[in-house]
């Protein structure tokens, strides 16, 4: 950015930020002012963050890894993309992963948006939130990204004819991280096996007990033997066997993956819990060497398992043969089946006459092609901190190892002679992205430092880095220099153990196996979670054609990106302007020094005091009124501030971040179409190319200093702006009142409505800074004037100026004209519809306020001025008051307080020596004068009782006004003039009509109110209320108030109220209101023996809370038996099929609904608010018919039973049995066998098939003695 040598600012970059200003301020109010952080020039290019959408640093981990895995980047930018054959831009993932990857890239600025991708997973905002595992979600991203690949093959095939088509690239970006994995299982007894190749994304390690990574690949190649009832049955031997499950390693990928399983369940606290043992990992993982050294110990494990198994079936084979005829026994002590020595053949063991099944020949358990040689590089490291219920994820990476080629595209350093020289590695925490300390080695040791978790990160934190994996000669090294002699002790260990493992081919770091079992620790700690590998051997070399020098992206993805780089340089550009400008609201006209009533507003200015009565209402916008548009401002500038709103993005756009023309974010397409602005073009003045002035409003750079920035206000106040009246010399200008010293500016209170702190202090000689001053966007200031030859009055911010205003209604309503009893009619219309119209005066209270007589006095003593001093300074003040005759208030929100010392409340502070501070009473505040007789003065507690300025105040602040809507068409013939709904299928109802209240109204009052502009005919009792359109509360209660009640305030008894203030909605439904103890319930019909648990409305009733269940039943069997009599006439008259006849009494049970399905059976006896304490209105219950008459009463129990059919080995659906608490199992099994019609022969059966059915059933007596049936249909289920 262009700047002159006093830090003034180019013409062009103002005119630029004028353009840009509304694009700059959206994308600061969206992304803060990180939006405009940019990438260092120097490192590595891949520096990029990902900005966190809420919970989403599982996905930002994950896509920095993957995006640092160069074989899948580069496949992912080969791939192409169609929206005839891709769809919409918006929700084709791989696209957008396309898109942010060459952001990563390529973007200039310091971190990326995730939420076009995120949005492409068809997430909303609310996902953003939820926590996920970053190893789910590689798996859902591959799934993705294989779908669109098998719809591009498929096409593909259809195109190419009988030639064979090529691959996707996405297909290929997907097999760059998918290895394969032979899972194996092998009978111990004859070496039958049974294998099956499956593809893996990830390697799951063990880390509990493993300490190393080699030792925890070995773990995942060891030899599982399967015994006792978890036998294999070999198709072989045709019997259950000891086997071995085994699973190698068959195909290694490019990229490599090992999720490390850090999470578990605890037994103890049986919840979820983080393993925190210490894991160390490569730098180079010889993953050949590994699986070979691991399948050789496998093989001899295999082989002793098997000579085991087969030892113990001779000796099993030998014991039947040579004994008497025995039963048999089971293959193993744990079970199993088993083998008869009448099968023995001619074999080694035929001597002793039996013969074990022949041994098959096994396959040599090598290494299989794909793996044998590979070595792999650490390429990135997730790691995970907190706990198992939740955490954080970050990454780190190797820039070095994803973009090795040229540095001509800026993404990696070059060294002395041309060579490349490697960069260190880089954390990627979301938005930050920093370059860590020191060389690739170096960096590499905080890593590990970082990632390795357990004792030895706590150890690693103390500064002993040899027990983080340090290369073994360097450690003890450092360990004897750093640590002493426990440090040098851990660095000879590692070292030690460095070299077995280079021994072993582990390579790179060393891997310090424990010397005991490690004990799983439990923390929060940060640890790996995601080891990134790639591949680094000669058949790394072997790359598709399709991404030969595959380092960009695809052109049309480049040239956006280009774009958006071009635009937010002009927005950064811009927002550079921003931040080196001040945006000031000058306030016009000035003060006068050392006037007290300056420090209100001014004295006898109705607005600024009105704007100090705003204030107290919280209106900002009406603090400070519009000063006027003076002379002297340059047409260039007022032009450019016009066209500055015109220039940003449009309402429908503003909260959107991504558009399918890739642009990440509106406010870049903003600045693509902003235009080059030439300095002659800005109005042609120097000083117009430095701040920006429309009427009051001055942009002024933050180099100047005080007193340019007092040269600057006066000059854009015009040269027609008379200094006369502030310093008290005709004929001066403005400016030339500042040069004589005679004007300093202060910073002006909008809220208050008064001046305050001097800019540059009171003893400012202009010299200051004005990025000294705090001054933020949007300060107001003001000018303050004094005469030559006085001294300028010091500010005292404890100083208690206050503004006073004279309560005189009748002066006020004669000046505006309105007729004395003004106030105690009505308006008409709606507002005064009913028997009690509500008052609505013509003109608002702050109106008549600002028509009244007016002052301003300074109470002494600042921050101990007192009620006393408050009531001498008003009869001292040109209002005249006595102090006898004086009763004072301060507005507070929505109430009025005293504040004269006669006052119960003020008396409780001390009277006359209260303090005002206590009281709320701040500097710039106003108080109302109210002239009453001495003797009310004294009277402390009439506080409201008489009429005056506390009777208006309350009269205004109690009328509210309520929205409702216009209700759908009556179902019935409604009478003439009644208003409803139009469309009364809207989604949303028009809550357009109004009505006017007071909140001392009663409900049954505002429903006369409605019932009046809803039609003359109209009764209150035809319709009811409620709060909203969702809601199903009825407003039951028609004695309630409509606001809060205050009666407690005057001394009479409180009644509660429903708390609607002003504007405040109700909506309005036809039906008659409930009464208090009144719900209205929906009964909806169930049938248990559908498959698919469905309900169907049956009717609505309201119903009483203290009713019983039976007469609740006895209610809606009448509201049934009248339905069908209205069914059964209409079918009659369309001559269709009769309606089922409603069920008797008996027949009809009623049960509480949850979400889906039907809950707890209501008994009899219950009242129904026990039974259900959430009954309200809409609560639903569910209702079932009955096969069978049922009586539920207190003394039953409700028992679910469910058959056992030994067939199939299936359970029947839960049957419900009802029978008497006391009765004995005896009677249950009666009950049972009656349900089931379990026959005699059917027991015999069962107790001859081994009573698989168990013995509940096989002995059940013919009939019970006691008890009564459930009267259920069979195979009723329905489990709550």
Known sequence: MAASEDGSIAPADLSLYRQLREAVESAVRKNGSQFFAGRPEAGPASLGGLLNQGATCYLNSLVQALFHSRPFRQLVYAWCYDESVHGAAEACIPLQLQRLFARLQLSKRAATSTKA??????WTAADSFQQHDAQELLHLLVDALDTTADGDERRAKQDSGPCAPEPSPLRLACDALRGKVLDRLQCCVCGHSRSREDPYLDVELEVSGSGTAEAAVRRFHGAELLTGGDQWHCDSCGKRRDAVKSMTLSAAPPVLMLHLKRFGFDMATMRRAKLMDSFLFPAELRLGDIVAGALAERASEVESATAAARERLRQRLEAQAAGPSTPDTPDTPDGGAVDSPVAAADGDDAAAGVQLPALHPTADEAVAAGVAGARYRLSSVLIHTGTAMGGHYFAYARPGEAFPFAAAHGLCAEAEGGDRAEAGWVELNDAGARLLAGDAALSLRRVMQAAVGGAAAGDAAAGDASSVGMVAGEAAVEASEEGGDAAADAGAAAADAGAAAADSGAGGVAQAAPAAKPKPSVGVEGNAYLLVYARCDDASDAAPAAVQGRELPPDEVLKEVEAENAAWERLKRAFDVRTRLCRLQVRWPPVRNGD?????????????????????????????????????VASGEAAADDGAAASGPPKDEADEDTNASGVEVPELETAMRATSVSPAADGGEARSAEAAVSGAVLEAPVSWTTGRLLREVCRALGPDADAAAFVGRPGVSLAEAAELGLLRLRRWDAVGGRPTAVIGGDASDGTAAVSSLGLGAGSHVCLEGRREGEEWVPYDPQAMVLALVRWDPDAADAALGVAGDAED???????????????????????????????????????????????????????????????????DGDSARRLDPACDDVRAFGGDAASLWDLGLAPGARVIVEVVAPAEATDGAAAGRQAGFKAAFDAERSVIEIQFNLPSKPSEAAPEGVRWAADSTAMAPDFSERVLATKQDTLAELKRRIAAVLGPEVDPEDFHLARSARSREQLKDGRLLLGDSQRAQRGLPPRPGLGLVNGSVVHVRWGRQLRADEHMVSFLSFDPSQAKRSFAPLCSLPVCQDATVASVKRLLRDALVQQHADLAKAARDAAAEAPKAPPALSRLRLRDKTRTEAGKILRDSQRLGSALPRLGDGYEIAVQRLAEPETVSAGDLVVECRRWNPATFKLSPVTELVLDKHATLRDLRGIVARKFRVTAAAKAAAAGAGSREGPGLADTPSAASTGADSALPEGSPGRP
Do not use: N
């Open 825 to 891: 009619s009505g308006a008409g219309g709606a507002g005064c519809a009913g028997d009690t119209p509500v008052a609505t005066p013509a003109f608002t209270l702050e109106e008549r306020l600002s028509l009244m007589s007016k002052d301003t006095v300074l109470v002494p003593g600042g921050a101990a001025a007192t009620c006393g001093g408050l009531s001498a300074a008003v009869a001292s003040s040109e209002l005249g008051v006595p102090v006898s005759m004086q009763r004072l208030w301060a507005i």
């Open 117 to 122: 991708l995120t949005r492409s997973f068809g």
């Open 596 to 632: 007290v009533a300056a420090a209100c507003g001014g004295r006898g200015q109705a607005a600024p005091v009105g704007a100090a009565g705003a204030g107290a209402r919280g209106d900002d916008s009406a603090a400070v009124s519009s000063p006027p548009r003076l002379g002297g």
